[in-house]
């Protein structure tokens, strides 16, 4: 089984930077769509950003701009740059790995059902 470690959650104040790193276990990560989503307290576990298995990257419309994901297949590591983040921001931030080979190289999903294996996740708490 794929293991997912995220790292570099935090308490960062409003406005501020924080970039959170998934690492992979296993000798086909460049073979896997990768994932960040998020959940805050009371709600439904939500996407943030994915890559696809060649780069090809997705945003949510609420992080769009402020958001970037980004691969390195060399040491199986998947990151979120985080910039300007506000109080809506808040939440647990769950790693994820979608190992379906099937698809296009440029198509990563967007839906949590669609990710088979998940990190523990890390907090990120953005205060005022």
């Known amino acids: 089984q794929v293991q997912l470690v995220e790292s570099g959650g935090g308490l960062v104040q409003a406005g501020g930077s924080l970039r959170l790193s998934c690492t992979a276990s296993g000798r086909t990560f460049r073979t896997y769509a990768m994932a960040w989503f998020r959940q805050a307290p009371g709600k439904e576990r939500e996407f943030v950003a994915a890559?696809?298995?060649?780069?090809?990257?997705y945003y949510a419309d609420s992080v769009k701009g402020r958001f970037t994901i980004s691969r390195d297949n060399a040491k199986n590591t998947v990151d979120l740059q985080m910039n300007g983040l506000n109080s809506e921001d808040t939440a647990v931030y769950y790693c994820a790995a979608d190992d379906a080979v099937h698809v296009p190289p440029t198509y990563a999903p967007k839906t949590t059902s669609a990710y088979d294996y998940w990190g523990q996740g890390t907090q990120v708490t953005v205060s005022s």
């Open positions: 890559v696809a298995r060649i780069g090809t990257t």
